[in-house]
């Protein structure tokens, strides 16, 4: 019987003691961080799997860009390449390599876009027109899912950086996840070049 309460004891305060060094919210960050990333892959995968018919419509185009198509056929082919595993969340090289490869398809996808704009018979085309509609949309969710997962990966290193929680991410080898990160940092932090001189009137 002493044993039992002895035995029952111990795991009481084994539990409190888990609980109270943060070991539960890294199991809670944890799994809503998957989750989040799960949300992130759903929506990357809806636009690969958009692309096959966008570039179907546009080869209707007997003149358009030929360049232009393959580098969107090309950056597609790149980053469903990439195989992404639960690991990759704690991988900063292969979390790079994954979110530069799909930022060359959203850059591939975005000239595709503009240069559409000289078609005047592509833009008339109904069925491109809802794809460029479809694809807009998932352009959105990419985006909501990208800020949702930055937001529980955050919640998550905090918490792994914090003391004394960080004796607990040290004791249970938790890591701080890699997140996404602008591509193009350097070039929107610098200020923007401001000439008047166009605008002055000749003499």
């Not at 029952?8 to 919210?25: E, H, K, M, P, V």
Request: glycine share 4%.
């Amino acid at each position: 019987m002493i044993q039992r309460l002895l035995a029952l004891f111990t795991l009481l305060a084994a539990t409190l003691a888990l609980g109270g060094c943060g070991y539960n919210d890294f199991q809670r960050l944890d799994e809503q961080s998957k989750a989040a990333w799960s949300e992130v892959l759903n929506q990357y995968q809806r636009r690969a799997d958009l692309v096959p018919n966008i570039v179907a419509t546009v080869k209707g185009e007997a003149n358009f860009e030929q360049e232009t198509l393959t580098k969107v056929v090309e950056a597609r082919a790149k980053a469903t390449a990439i195989q992404v595993t639960p690991e990759t969340l704690n991988n900063p090289e292969a979390f790079s390599k994954f979110q530069q490869a799909q930022g060359e398809l959203s850059s591939a996808l975005s000239r595709l876009m503009v240069v559409s704009e000289r078609y005047p018979t592509l833009q008339a085309n109904q069925g491109f027109r809802d794809l460029r509609v479809t694809l807009e949309g998932t352009e959105n969710r990419i985006t909501v899912a990208r800020n949702r997962y930055i937001q529980t990966v955050q919640e998550y290193n905090v918490l792994a950086r914090s003391f004394p929680t960080n004796l607990t991410a040290m004791a249970f080898s938790y890591a701080p996840k890699p997140s996404f990160t602008v591509a193009n940092e350097a070039q929107i932090a610098a200020p923007p070049t401001v000439d008047f001189s166009a605008s002055k009137p000749k003499q």
